[in-house]
């Protein structure tokens, strides 16, 4: 135990750190392309405005183990510790859930909680399972769980007007910008439970056991890694419009390819920077910048994704890609300033 306090007290706490000190640039770029889909908006606007949270609460109360000092108190040391290293105004609660499938996710609009499972539980060892329970706190700070608790509802949704032709087109675009968004957003916040677990061989070990690692003395690390390599230097068309038809419906990225994109992020300038306490503070958040970032992250994301790969359907949607973020920057650059001059 006095080990344990030892390594809480050496941990770097981040004082009213911003989201967008670490945000994934994909994940901007997402955000912006989402922005961007006709009718989003309003469709979010629309269904956030039909539902309330109650119901997944008390689900969530009636079927799970709420955690707490005398409910899986090593699990409710790390949902505080975890809170009070990225600053969050509150702690959220947490859940466990019966399940042997290893998940964890974040839901609710006015007051988010966390649910992990059994599996991931029984699994993971401590640090791995800090890791994790970071990544969800990171959903928080950002305000994911919101978009999450939409999407969830709108896929529901989805089968009630399946027979309506436009009504599910329109549906399926904003569902499918959606997942687009969560699947960077996942990239976002695992750069969240990094900061949190601060040991990138922890966070390392829950992406294996993600990808059917049970054992990591069997695992070979470099071979690991370079089979996300692998996936995203394929170099034949057929397997470029597989994996894009493969990702359509899923909310997450591929465990491998997470892993690899993590790794990267703890080796980098910017991850030691945020260590030493040089990051951006939420005090110091802008929105009316915020939107011309995103779109300067989705512009330089896209052409970094372009340079380093060889997928050559990729490459073929490059120059078009480039032009409508350039587009999209000009355009927003003249809006600004006569947005500033009417007072808005």
């Not at 499938?101 to 399972?129: H, N, Q, R």
């Not at 419009?241 to 990225?253: A, D, R, S």
């Not at 591929?254 to 910017?270: D, H, I, N, P, T």
Request: with cysteine.
């Amino acid at each position: 135990m006095n080990n344990d306090v030892q390594q809480w007290s050496t941990r770097v706490r981040f004082p009213g750190i911003s989201p967008r000190a670490y945000e994934h640039p994909a994940d901007r770029g997402a955000m912006a392309t989402l922005r961007a889909v006709p009718g989003a908006t309003e469709v979010l606007k629309a269904v956030s405005g039909l539902f309330t949270e109650r119901g997944e609460r008390l689900m969530a109360l009636a079927s799970s183990i709420r955690v707490g000092p005398k409910q899986y108190p090593r699990i409710d040391i790390l949902r505080n510790e975890c809170a009070e290293l990225l600053d969050l105004p509150q702690v959220p609660k947490l859940y466990v859930m019966r399940s042997p499938d290893a998940t964890a996710y974040t839901i609710g609009i006015d007051e988010p909680f966390v649910v992990l499972s059994t599996g991931l539980v029984e699994a993971l060892d401590t640090e791995s399972l800090r890791f994790v329970i970071g990544h969800e706190m990171g959903h928080v700070l950002s305000g994911h769980a919101v978009l999450r608790t939409i999407l969830l509802r709108l896929v529901s949704l989805q089968q009630t007007v399946a027979w309506v032709p436009l009504g599910a087109l329109g549906l399926r675009a904003v569902i499918a910008a959606l997942r687009e968004w969560f699947r960077k957003a996942e990239l976002t916040c695992d750069r969240a439970g990094l900061l949190t677990v601060q040991d990138p061989s922890a966070a390392l070990r829950a992406h294996l056991y993600m990808a059917g690692g049970t054992d990591a003395s069997e695992i070979d690390i470099p071979s690991f890694l370079q089979q996300a390599k692998e996936y995203e230097e394929v170099d034949d068309i057929r397997d470029s419009i597989l994996k894009l038809m493969t990702v359509e419906n899923m909310n997450h990225p591929f465990a491998v390819v997470r892993a690899a994109q993590l790794q990267r992020w703890a080796a980098s300038e910017e991850y030691r920077a945020i260590l030493a306490g040089n990051y951006q503070r939420r005090e110091d958040d802008n929105p009316a910048e915020s939107l011309t970032d995103d779109i300067g992250s989705a512009a330089k994301s896209y052409s970094d994704s372009v340079n380093n790969s060889t997928d050559p359907l990729l490459k073929m949607f490059s120059d078009i890609g480039s032009a409508v973020s350039d587009a999209a920057g000009k355009v927003w650059s003249k809006v600004r300033p006569n947005a500033s001059d009417s007072g808005q």
